[in-house]
């Protein structure tokens, strides 16, 4: 058996390159979202508002590869925004959302094509050139990131700024967040840093802080960890983000078994039909 070389709770393989995204520090700013469509040169998407929230862009897409959501907090009991919070915090949640990087990631295995790959920096990258817009990796993502593009037709993601890497350079959203709340680095310090942070918040009053992506939270359904993970202060489906990510291929071998199963107890009870059996 080969042996295992991913290191930690992470989940990651030597050498991984990956984002701590700190939604305690994000200010909502957008410069990441901003930074990200200049050096990639992805046009704007919606030049207004959504009418479902502050946000213009509405969520991740081809065209939108770092995406900073906007959660408004809303009391489950009483329907209206919280009065009472914990410290540092307002009534908003802001996540800067982007391809989570995965460890085992259900897109890749998902191309019929080899257009996805993963690079030396263990991030995983759609080449155009390869992709034939069959779209299997779309549904095959647990977190809804690549999207086909209606221009090209091709599918799209964040590539983690495989060019700057590759020059030596930090992704562009890390270099223009100016509270530092996307942090790049190797996976394990930065899993390390993400720890350390997490108690320095429980010390401080925000016990709801936690590690999104660490393998030993995430690990289920073939995901094990994320390269690209977050501090989120509430629950994942609260920055709609899955609690349980799940490879949706993962269900294709159970749900063959249980029709093929049903299909012989309709053949089974047919045939004894017709041969009169009771
Ligand atoms: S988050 Fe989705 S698109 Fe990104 S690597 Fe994972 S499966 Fe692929
Ligand atoms: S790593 Fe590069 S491509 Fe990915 S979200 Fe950040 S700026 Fe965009």
Redesign the pocket.
Known sequence: MAADLRVGTTGARPGAMGFLTDTTLCIGCKACEVACKQWNQLPMDNFGFTGMSYDNTGDLGATTWRHVAFIERIDDHTGRRPVKLQPFQSNWLMLSDV????VY????EACPTGAIIRTEFDT?VIQQDICNGCGY?VP????G??ELSLTDRKAH?CTLCYDRLKDGLEPACAKACPTDAIQFGPVPQLMERARKRVEELHQQGVTSAYIYGDRAVGGTGGIEGLNAFFILTAPPEVYNLPAQPELPQRRVLPAFLSTAAAALALGLAAWRALRGVK
């Open positions: 391809c989570k990087h995965c990631a259900g897109c890749m995983v990796c095959a993502c647990p977190f990131v690549p993601k």
